[in-house]
């Protein structure tokens, strides 16, 4: 069973920087593609970004492109989404999952496991 936890939110002024790290435990890392999904109060939850599961292609959300960048590392079993000049519109709780398709990896139905998520906020 795969588990994932993510960590590194918090409340940030707009303009900062925030860096999320997701876990990830229970099977081969390599076998899994991960994303990154936020869900702000009264809203659906959307995509933010995605690496394959080699790390050799990335996907980004227009909304956060060339504001947000995302990772994995092999060796420690983690993903993390380097987020820069935040703005107000980008609070929201903040989820990690897995999935092994290589395919759709900008839909939540790619993925089978989710963390609880971590809230960032961002002031104004």
């Known amino acids: 069973q795969v588990q994932l936890v993510e960590s590194g939110g918090g409340l940030v002024q707009a303009g900062g920087s925030l860096r999320l790290l997701c876990t990830f435990s229970?099977?081969?890392?390599?076998?899994?593609?991960v994303g990154w999904f936020r869900q702000a109060p009264g809203k659906e939850r959307e995509f933010v970004a995605a690496?394959?599961?080699?790390?050799?292609?990335?996907y980004y959300a227009d909304s956060v492109k060339g504001r947000v960048t995302v990772s994995r590392d092999s060796a420690k079993t983690m993903v993390s989404l380097q987020m820069n000049s935040l703005n107000p519109s980008d609070t929201a709780f903040y989820y990690c999952?897995?999935?092994?398709?290589?395919?759709?990896?900008?839909?939540?139905?790619?993925?089978?496991?989710w963390g609880p998520g971590t809230q960032v906020t961002v002031s104004s």
């Open positions: 999952a897995a999935g092994g398709s290589y395919y759709g990896l900008g839909g939540s139905g790619a993925y089978a496991y």
């Open positions: 229970g099977r081969t890392f390599s076998s899994y593609a």
């Open positions: 690496i394959s599961k080699s790390g050799g292609a990335t």
